[in-house]
């Protein structure tokens, strides 16, 4: 999911669990992956599919380009800082 100029959260990922108060077993339930898969992309051992990255995000209500590790500044529609809107 973070292929260019972002790298996975994996930390993101993980409160997000915890905020829902869920373990692993139950993300990867609701997810459709195994367990073992969840635990390597909170460790960032490996990287979800565009899919699952969105579906990751949704069912966590965390922001899709955050969890792709994407900062406001990576968006090329984003106003320039210091830029006066005309």
Known sequence: MADDAGEFNGT????????LRWNTTRLAHEVGVTEL???????RMS??????GL?????L?????KLAGFSP?????APA??????
Not at 12 to 19: C, F, I, T, V, Y
Not at 61 to 65: A, E, K, M, T, Y
Not at 81 to 86: M, N
């Open 73 to 77: 500044a990576d968006d090329p529609a």
């Open 55 to 59: 579906l990751l995000a949704r069912t």
């Open 47 to 52: 990287t979800p599919s565009l899919r699952h």
């Open 37 to 43: 898969t969840v635990r390597k992309w909170e460790a």
């Open 12 to 19: 993101l990922m993980r409160e997000g669990r915890l905020a």
């Open 61 to 65: 209500g965390v922001d899709p380009f």
């Open 81 to 86: 800082a210091g830029a006066r809107p005309r």
